[in-house]
């Protein structure tokens, strides 16, 4: 069986964690260890993941040294970001797989991914990255860069577009990776996003939702499955409320309709759930968002909440 896998934040850096490489290792380590009973198994896996900490960090860092170095554009901290993580995943992946005694190669990709420069998200900016600024600051950044500010308590921060995907440049390339057998890490923080002008291929200033990303992946390569993972056994009604309700399985049609009534947290489980409907619409196959721990229990159909055609 192929099988997609996107990776939730948790599983390289957990909320209260720094930020070391100490700690994103560990907790990686800890991931492939789950993974690892997946392939284990004797299915094939293509990895995705998130990479917003991290690229926050980028930011951060030419911020910070911009007396002496040039600040990189958006898309060339995310193409650095897929780097540091994908050689973190690949790594653990590596080791664990051999202290598991399967001979397998583990592949990073980095991946480029497709957008429209009249999405509407480029007109109205409104996914928040970086550092906070002081308004002088923010003034100062707004004209020299051309960048959009939202104002955050008394604080200022950044935002950008976050446009749909509509392409994967690498796909032949993953597609070959994966019916050759080999671990394929692709699309890290939804993939660079590029439009194309002129027949040519310009990077851009945004940021592309993972899970979207991962569920177009999904989709053109016809995996027989498709998992989020997330911090959370399952997807809840209402979460965190009096009345939170635990979903199971459920229907494509009845999450459209909890969708329209507005009963998924925005920002944080929705883009989820969206994703594993147009992934499920388009193959009529399933897909699972569950914790991390309980990928493999997965496999068994023991685990998680199912979105069935």
Request: glycine share 10%; hydrophobic share 40%; net charge positive.
């Amino acid at each position: 069986m192929n099988i997609l896998i996107a990776l939730g934040g948790n599983a390289i850096l957990r909320e209260s964690e720094k930020g070391t490489f100490e700690e994103q290792q560990s907790n990686i380590a800890n991931t492939a260890r789950h993974i690892t009973k997946i392939i284990k198994r004797g299915h094939n896996v293509v990895i995705t993941h998130g990479n917003g900490p991290q690229v926050g960090d980028i930011l951060l860092r030419y911020e910070n040294a911009k007396a002496q170095l040039p600040i990189m554009p958006l898309h060339v901290c995310g193409g650095e970001s897929q780097g540091l993580i994908g050689y973190m995943i690949e790594q653990a992946m590596t080791n664990e797989l051999e202290r598991a005694g399967i001979r397998k190669d583990v592949v990073c990709v980095l991946t480029r991914v497709v957008v429209s420069k009249h999405d509407p998200h480029f007109r109205s900016p409104s996914k928040p990255i970086g550092p906070f600024y002081k308004k002088r600051e923010a003034d100062r950044l707004a004209k020299k860069f051309g960048w959009a500010l939202i104002r955050e308590g008394e604080n200022y921060r950044r935002v950008v577009p976050s446009p749909m995907p509509l392409g994967i440049l690498e796909l032949d390339t993953i597609r070959k990776l994966m019916a050759d057998g080999k671990v394929v890490i692709c699309a890290g923080g939804g993939g660079i996003p590029v439009v194309k002008e002129r027949g040519s291929l310009r990077g851009v200033d945004a940021v592309i939702d993972k899970d979207f990303a991962s569920s177009l992946l999904a989709r053109m390569l016809k995996v027989d499955l498709f998992i989020i993972l997330t911090d959370v056994d399952h997807v809840f009604l209402d979460y965190r409320k009096k009345d939170q309700k635990k979903l199971l399985r459920v229907g494509v049609d009845e999450c459209k309709a909890y969708l329209a009534a507005d009963r998924f947290e925005e920002g944080s489980m929705k883009p989820k759930i969206e994703a594993a409907i147009r992934f499920v619409e388009s193959t009529h196959k399933k897909a699972v968002i569950t914790a991390l721990e309980n990928a493999d229990r997965v496999i068994k159909g023991g685990s998680g909440t199912t979105i069935v055609p």
